[in-house]
């Protein structure tokens, strides 16, 4: 088993930035690919971002490419999100899941854990 606890969210500005952590506990070697998706009422789940397990490779969507950055930290078994210019339809429920597959997916089918999520508000 896998925990996920994200945290950072809140209110901001519209050209403002927030930084989203993700602190994993329990099997954390189980886990192969971490990434962020977001809801925002009314609609779907949706991904936003994925790095692998090395940090080496990552994937965005292509509305936040430039502005969001996925990180890690092995030695603390956290990732982030770095979202600068951030736009009001930025606004939603920020996840963080686990992957146990091998290849990065954009899929959250495919993913085995996540956490509670963190509220993000951009205001106009």
């Known amino acids: 088993q896998v925990q996920l606890v994200e945290s950072g969210g809140g209110l901001v500005q519209a050209g403002g930035s927030l930084t989203l952590s993700c602190a994993a506990s329990g099997r954390t070697f189980s886990y192969h690919r971490m990434g962020w998706f977001r809801r925002a009422p009314g609609k779907e789940r949706e991904f936003v971002a994925a790095?692998?397990?090395?940090?080496?490779?990552?994937s965005y969507t292509d509305s936040v490419r430039g502005r969001f950055t996925i990180s890690e930290d092995n030695a603390k078994n956290t990732i982030y999100l770095q979202m600068n210019s951030l736009k009001p339809e930025d606004t939603a429920i920020y996840y963080c899941?686990?992957?146990?597959?091998?290849?990065?997916?954009?899929?959250?089918?495919?993913?085995?854990?996540w956490g509670q999520g963190t509220q993000v508000t951009v205001s106009s």
């Open positions: 899941a686990a992957s146990l597959r091998m290849s990065l997916t954009t899929q959250p089918t495919l993913y085995n854990y």
């Open positions: 790095i692998n397990s090395n940090g080496d490779y990552t």
